[in-house]
């Protein structure tokens, strides 16, 4: 009854984690700018890419878990 419950929760985890990685990637405003003699780049936000990643991989992690799981007997 848990089980499902378990796998839910992680997928809705590693979707959170998607959005949040893929709004820091290529959405929102960059954290920096580089200035070079070869023109201006703009870097992401590092710390909420490298955060959303790690939540999708821990989402998906326990929802494949909890998927795979057998009862022990």
């Known amino acids: ?3 499902p419950v ?8 590693a979707a959170i984690g998607g959005v949040i990685a ?3 990637f ?6 920096a700018g580089v200035i ?13 890419v490298v955060g959303g990643i790690v939540l ?5 992690a326990i929802a494949f878990t909890a998927a795979l799981r ?3 007997k």
């Not at 378990?6 to 985890?13: E, F, H, T």
């Open 36 to 48: 070079s003699s070869e023109g201006v780049r703009e870097l992401p936000d590092t710390f909420r």
């Open 6 to 13: 378990v796998i839910v929760v992680g997928i809705v985890i």
């Open 1 to 3: 009854m848990l089980r």
């Open 22 to 24: 893929y709004r820091a």
């Open 56 to 60: 999708l991989i821990v989402g998906a």
């Open 26 to 31: 290529f959405l929102e405003p960059s954290a």
């Open 70 to 72: 057998r009862s022990r």
